[in-house]
């Protein structure tokens, strides 16, 4: 959570959504981190629940979310 709270902190044009569990779609786990339908980090899998903040802000600069820049 708190990764997620910098990367908003740090690009303020990054939507951040919290969802329960029983928000999750069929075969999802939680905790997870998803940017769009691609999973970063899941329950039991990738990350076993906590993602990476540089594989995420790169996912994010791959679909044009954020700018590339050395500084970040």
Do not use: T, W
């Not at 959504?17 to 786990?29: A, C, D, H, T, W």
């Not at 970063?40 to 995420?56: F, L, S, Y």
């Amino acid at each position: 959570m708190a990764m997620a709270l910098s990367i908003v902190n740090q690009y303020k044009n990054v939507k951040l959504e919290i969802l329960p569990v029983s928000m999750m779609k069929p075969g999802q786990k939680a905790p997870a981190v998803l940017v769009d339908d691609v999973i970063m980090a899941e329950d039991e899998g990738k990350g076993d629940g906590i993602a990476d903040k540089q594989e995420v802000i790169n996912e994010l600069i791959k679909r044009g979310v954020v700018a590339y820049s050395k500084e970040d």
